[in-house]
Nanobody, 124 residues
Framework: QVQLVESGGGLVQAGGSLRLSCAAS????????MGWYRQAPGQQRELVVL???????NYADSVKGRFTVSRDNAKNTVYLQMNSLKPEDTAVYYC??????????????????WGQGTLVTVSS
């Protein structure tokens, strides 16, 4: 199995910054994509940013220029630096990691793992 542990959420005033982190662990063979999603109260979960091992990164229009994703491949960790936060950024943020898991001598299995979610609250 693959486990994701998120950290870094909290309460911040509008205009402030927060940094989220998400560490993946388990029998990971390869990570193909890492991303962040968010879900505000009464809303559907939406993509914030997705970055692939092929080098592409796609941000939601609403966060472009304010949020920056980065990865530490050695630690299987993805970060989300959030600057110039707005009240409308208030949501539970979930990390998502897709890839292959398995063990030596066993065919790898596709996985699609989600973090437990971390609450980001931006006050006006």
């Amino acid at each position: 199995q693959v486990q994701l542990v998120e950290s870094g959420g909290g309460l911040v005033q509008a205009g402030g910054s927060l940094r989220l982190s998400c560490a993946a662990s388990g029998s990971i063979v390869r990570i193909n994509a890492m991303g962040w999603y968010r879900q505000a109260p009464g809303q559907q979960r939406e993509l914030v940013v997705l970055t692939t091992s092929g080098g592409s990164t796609n941000y939601a229009d609403s966060v472009k220029g304010r949020f920056t994703v980065s990865r530490d491949n050695a630690k299987n960790t993805v970060y989300l630096q959030m600057n110039s936060l707005k009240p409308e950024d208030t949501a539970v943020y979930y990390c998502n990691v897709k890839g292959l898991r398995g063990w030596e001598g066993v065919p790898a299995i596709v996985f699609d793992a989600w973090g437990q979610g971390t609450l980001v609250t931006v006050s006006s």
